[in-house]
T-cell receptor
Framework: AQKITQTQPGMFVQEKEAVTLDCTYD???????LFWYKQPSSGEMIFLIY??????QNATEGRYSLNFQKARKSANLVISASQLGDSAMYFC??????????????FGQGTRLTINP | ETGVTQTPRHLVMGMTNKKSLKCEQH?????MYWYKQSAKKPLELMFV???????ENNSVPSRFSPECPNSSHLFLHLHTLQPEDSALYLC?????????????FGPGTRLTVL
């Protein structure tokens, strides 16, 4: 079974500062993918970034980067130069790779990020 | 329309009503999903459809009945719901590649059961 743990229920950060959102995971799958999603108050789940378990480099996507430490089973999201529009819930999720058919995404509890002006 | 759309965005229904939620994806994907998001709970996967075939039913009560007529459309038929079924219902789609496929979500339907 897969499990995602996000230990920060809420975070408050000043605008323009960098922020790190923590995510640890547990899985017995040999190959897997890790995802981060953003959910504004409107409700839509917006895909941000993906990291494959065998990828040699940490994923980056604009202001988002994923600090992947496989031995520690952590996949922290780093947002550089935070903006007011970054205020939202952030979810870490994972799914197995190399399995036939559609795969389940397992989500963490989420972290509510608030950016202060 | 682009991406994944869901209608209605908001729904209020009584426990004896019958209603349906609709999801449509315009991404050329071949898998679709229903999730339930209750307050203070992680997203719960309800159903998975792969090439129109249901491949996952996560012990969902029979008062929720999914339908997937083709790979672009997904419905969730609701009947005799309970107040605890009030939640945000999210639809997602993905392209099955054999890797860890990214799921793209719609805006959700916020359901209130009175």
């Amino acid at each position: 079974a897969q499990k995602i743990t996000q230990t920060q229920p809420g975070m408050f950060v000043q605008e323009k500062e960098a922020v790190t959102l923590d995510c640890t995971y547990d899985t017995s799958d040999p190959s897997y993918g890790l995802f981060w999603y953003k959910q504004p108050s409107s409700g839509e789940m917006i895909f941000l970034i993906y990291q494959g378990s065998y990828d040699q480099q940490n994923a980056t996507e604009g202001r988002y980067s994923l600090n992947f430490q496989k031995a520690r089973k952590s996949a922290n999201l780093v947002i550089s130069a935070s903006q007011l529009g970054d205020s939202a819930m952030y979810f870490c999720a994972m799914s197995p790779r190399g399995i036939q058919g559609a795969q389940k995404l397992v989500f963490g509890q989420g972290t509510r990020l608030t950016i202060n002006p | 329309e682009t991406g994944v759309t869901q209608t209605p965005r908001h729904l209020v229904m009584g426990m004896t009503n019958k209603k349906s939620l609709k999801c449509e994806q315009h991404l050329g994907h071949n898998a679709m999903y229903w999730y339930k998001q209750s307050a203070k709970k992680p997203l719960e996967l309800m159903f998975v459809y792969n090439f129109k075939e249901q491949t996952e039913n996560n012990s969902v009560p029979s008062r929720f009945s999914p339908e997937c007529p083709n790979s672009s459309h997904l419905f969730l038929h609701l009947h005799t719901l309970q107040p605890e079924d009030s939640a945000l219902y999210l639809c997602a789609s993905s392209l099955v590649t054999g890797g860890a496929d990214t799921q793209y979500f719609g805006p959700g339907t916020r359901l209130t059961v009175l």
